[in-house]
């Protein structure tokens, strides 16, 4: 189990560090926006979760292969990729969206803050690399545009799903991590493949 | 009085949530982007006060009440105020500025910092929350413009006030909170009814 | 050797204070803003790596000094400055970057984070001001530009061999510091006098 946790952290981070290090390619950076902009992208979330709780040092500082293995691949991206496939990231992407969320929000719950939080823990953690991304390549953030495919909400509705399960006892937390992510993973897969968007005002 | 520091509080809360609504709306974002610039509006600046200072987990984590009702009032504001007051909202963001103000830098002694510090934390405090609503909309942060209306410099004025008869015994502390987030509140007030600005270079 | 230390730290900080308010007048910003940005560019990369490393209340809280320093420095060449020596700001920014990118390192060393990390704090130290200073002005980060001459890789290499040095044992700390600094300052001058950038994909 612990094993599969690792290495499906690995592989969202091998695709948020790879589209990072693409995105600063296309924005004209040179190597050092690549290799920022795939840390940020890739640790970016759980790095605002880990301040706003307060645990510090951030996470990747006690596990430098992470940094390690995002640097390489960023370099490699940056100057190799010339074709990724645009559906392998977006699913395993998806995968570290529904990791990561729950996740969050059982940090949350370890600092015994209320359920409401935990769900907030959750999506800044799926989101929040992202958004810093596009802050850093000076563009409005992606997840925020009317066109945008559901992506904060797909870690909303899972994050909840889990919490609920959890919080009244409906289930084990194992089960209901494996629950929340899967939903979180599936919805996000199919709101990419279908183009659902949130409706505009 | 704590019923009043209460209901100050949520009423500047309404304003940032509702303001920080309508700006997402202007710029095009969908429900995430709004939800996500009312909170950054309302709790930016009380959460780079905490950041910088340390007060882990941050203040709203605290209160989920908080952030359900910025949550409400961004979601309905984003998808049915079609015409909102503006003076209105000028009015309650101005309540929070010298709410907001004075409280950072009672904060600031809380840790024992030195009065000079104070006086930032206060501003910081007061200013951080548009200054990140307009970084994550891509612009220049307003309160920075140079035809931006005072609204820094006001908050720097009335914790200056704040602090110089609280911390020399020239008054209590309760009263030395009033007559600061007053002044806040009122110059805040007159500058946008007359349009003062600072001197360009 | 530490009022060399400080006044060294005051000469970057100068240098770093006079850069964001010119910054902020070509930006149209008003003093606020200039102050602001000049803050930023001075304490932003200290800022994040104490923010990430759980050191609060963050390094200039504790040195009042610091900050009345880059205030009034950013107030005078806000108003004041027509023609700063484009040269002098270089060579004072490069003994920060030098300086900076040292601390930054030792200061990952006394939370006993791996050298891979202790690299990355010297490197944030050195570089978030000027990252932070641009995502203010609305602008892609300059040390990210395909055109910008090498600054992060500076840090980087000068960072390394300190901790090389000092990590296996083949100099005392302080030779070790110096000479990592010196190697950051040299490096980064020869890089903006011959503009050496690094490959493009």
Same mark, same amino acid.
């Given at each position: 189990? /612990?094993?599969?946790?690792?290495?499906?952290?690995?592989?969202?981070?091998?695709?948020?560090?790879?589209?990072?290090?693409?995105?600063?390619?296309?924005?004209?950076?040179?190597?050092?926006?690549?290799?920022?902009?795939?840390?940020?992208?890739?640790?970016?979330? &759980?790095?605002?979760?880990?301040?706003?709780?307060?645990?510090?040092?951030? @996470?990747?500082?006690?596990?430098?292969?992470?940094?390690?293995?995002?640097?390489?691949?960023?370099?490699?991206?940056?100057?190799?990729?010339?074709?990724?496939?645009?559906?392998?990231?977006?699913?395993?992407?998806?995968?570290?969206?529904?990791?990561?969320?729950?996740?969050?929000?059982?940090?949350?719950?370890?600092?015994?803050?209320?359920?409401?939080?935990?769900?907030?823990? $959750?999506?800044?953690? $799926?989101?929040?690399? &992202?958004?810093?991304? /596009?802050?850093?390549?000076?563009?409005?953030?992606?997840?925020? &545009?009317?066109?945008?495919?559901?992506?904060?909400?797909?870690?909303?509705?899972?994050?909840?799903? @889990?919490?609920?399960?959890?919080?009244?006892?409906?289930? #084990?937390? #194992?089960?209901?991590?494996?629950?929340?992510?899967?939903?979180?993973?599936?919805?996000?897969?199919?709101?990419?493949? @279908?183009?659902?968007?949130?409706?505009?005002?």
């Amino acid at each position: 189990m /612990d094993e599969l946790l690792i290495f499906l952290t690995y592989v969202a981070v091998a695709a948020s560090s790879i589209s990072g290090a693409l995105e600063a390619r296309k924005r004209q950076m040179d190597l050092v926006g690549a290799i920022t902009i795939a840390y940020v992208t890739a640790f970016g979330g &759980g790095t605002v979760r880990d301040l706003l709780l307060g645990r510090t040092p951030v @996470f990747w500082m006690a596990d430098p292969a992470l940094t390690v293995a995002a640097f390489v691949l960023a370099l490699v991206a940056f100057y190799r990729f010339d074709r990724v496939s645009r559906k392998l990231l977006i699913v395993a992407d998806a995968v570290g969206l529904g990791l990561f969320s729950i996740l969050g929000a059982t940090y949350a719950f370890q600092f015994n803050l209320s359920p409401i939080i935990a769900v907030h823990m $959750g999506v800044v953690t $799926g989101i929040f690399g &992202g958004v810093l991304r /596009d802050v850093l390549s000076n563009q409005i953030p992606q997840v925020f &545009g009317q066109s945008a495919e559901l992506y904060a909400t797909c870690s909303f509705v899972g994050t909840t799903l @889990f919490i609920v399960l959890y919080f009244y006892h409906l289930s #084990s937390m #194992s089960v209901a991590a494996v629950v929340g992510a899967s939903v979180i993973f599936a919805m996000r897969l199919l709101a990419a493949r @279908f183009k659902v968007t949130l409706p505009s005002p």
